[in-house]
């Protein structure tokens, strides 16, 4: 006997989302921090403050009494100008046995980011499952032609599974599609195997960030798994400025791209563009002056070689070798001078 809990919604969808405020530039006095996690533009905390609705992060006081910033309610970890990234903690779907009613309980979470500037990054995130003889479907509710695929995970005893390995035992993966905006979980009860529900109390599925997760064997037969998550998972986002080309956005006077020496990046995760600074520059390039030149003559270890003095340019550095010596390129050494040689030998011959 089954029995569903009502759908937990996570996340309430504006649809106005893309024509309210919008601001080119933050205003002065913006908070930068949230905690002690950067908001850099074109996020932003409150009113003008982010480039578009899209991009505002709520500051808010926690149980434990710090501030963290959320989109929305989902907290955020950290923000990546440089790939154009979010990290965030992703509620698991659960589903358990009560022992009492001999029924499975779900509790499943979707995450809809369709009129939302994020995509669930299919480099970075796999669709996990754990569980004994759990089937898991990830698909879209309000897009049923679209996007579905499962995963099984399963297991003749809590001794077959292997730490670390999510491979089918006790643990299963599977890939997204490019360009993913919103995912809904559903858990089946195909193997109708009341035997495993002794050892196992509960599966969870969710999309997770592949490099944090480490699946292990105690996952299956107790809930330490939820007890030291609570329940939640970082998820890697994808975020883009609009849903244009860098071609069509360039000529817009809604170009995100605002620095000096800042490039124009497509998305390689579905359409829209990001910013970056030039080679050479580093900062954020969202900002008016936001990229300014990295300076390689004081990074260490040094770009030049040892002997040689390190000039720094705009956007660039030179190398000068000491006198009679000339900077070999290809193995950035200096190389004693075949052609200062080469006169010197030819004038000592006459
Ligand atoms: C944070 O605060 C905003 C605005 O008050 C609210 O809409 C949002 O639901 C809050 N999020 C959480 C996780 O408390
Ligand atoms: C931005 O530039 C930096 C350094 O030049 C590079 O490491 C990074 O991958 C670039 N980001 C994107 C999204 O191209
Ligand atoms: C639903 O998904 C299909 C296949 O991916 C896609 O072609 C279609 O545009 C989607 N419909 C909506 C309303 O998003
Ligand atoms: C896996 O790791 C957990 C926690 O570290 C440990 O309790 C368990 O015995 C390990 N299982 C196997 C099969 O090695
Ligand atoms: C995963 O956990 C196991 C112990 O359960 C440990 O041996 C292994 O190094 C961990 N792997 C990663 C990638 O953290
Ligand atoms: C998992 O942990 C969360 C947060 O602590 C809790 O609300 C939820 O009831 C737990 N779920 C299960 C199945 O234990
Ligand atoms: C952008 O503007 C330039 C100059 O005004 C024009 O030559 C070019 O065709 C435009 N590109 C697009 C994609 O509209």
């Known amino acids: 006997m089954v029995k569903r809990m009502a759908l937990v919604l996570l996340l309430v969808v504006a649809i106005t989302l893309y024509l309210a405020s919008t601001s080119a530039q933050p205003v002065p006095g913006c908070q930068t921090y949230c905690g002690d996690i950067k908001i850099p533009y074109p996020f932003g905390i409150g009113a003008n403050c982010a480039i578009k609705t899209g991009f505002e992060i709520n500051c808010n006081r926690t149980a434990d009494g710090t501030m963290k910033p959320f989109i929305v309610n989902i907290e955020v970890l950290d923000i990546s100008l440089l790939h154009g990234q979010t990290r965030a903690l992703n509620a698991m779907s659960t589903y358990c046995y009560n022992h009492a009613t001999g029924s499975m309980y779900d509790n499943t979470f979707w995450l809809d980011f369709s009129s939302w500037p994020y995509r669930f990054s299919d480099v970075q995130n796999k669709f996990i499952v754990i569980g004994c003889n ?48 919103r995912y809904d979980v559903y858990f089946r009860n195909v193997y109708n195997d009341q035997d495993s529900w002794q050892f196992n109390p509960c599966s969870y599925a969710a999309l997770v960030e592949t490099k944090t997760f480490n699946f292990s064997s105690d996952y299956i037969t107790t809930k ?10 970082p998820l890697v986002l994808d975020w883009v400025i609009g849903d244009e ?43 008016l002056d936001g990229c300014t030149d ?50 010197l030998a030819s004038a000592v011959s006459f």
């Open 134 to 181: 759990t089937l898991a479907y990830i698909y879209n509710s309000k897009n049923r032609t679209g996007y579905t695929t499962a995963c099984a995970s399963v297991c003749a005893s809590p001794g077959a599974v292997t730490n670390g390995s999510c491979s089918g035992v006790g643990c299963c993966q599977n890939a997204i599609p490019k360009g993913l905006r």
């Open 224 to 233: 330490r798994f939820n007890d030291t998550y609570k329940g939640r998972q």
């Open 294 to 343: 990295v300076n390689e003559c004081e990074k260490y270890p040094s770009k030049c070689p040892k002997t040689a003095v390190c000039h720094n340019t705009k956007g660039d550095y030179r190398c000068s070798c000491p006198p009679g010596r000339k900077l070999a390129k290809d193995t950035n050494s200096c190389n004693p001078d075949i052609t200062l040689i080469i006169a």
């Open 245 to 287: 080309t860098c071609e069509v956005a360039r000529n817009m006077t809604s170009y995100a791209c605002r620095s000096a020496n800042s490039v124009c990046v497509d998305s390689t995760n579905g359409p829209g563009y990001i910013c970056n600074c030039s080679r050479g520059y580093e900062g954020n390039p969202y900002l």
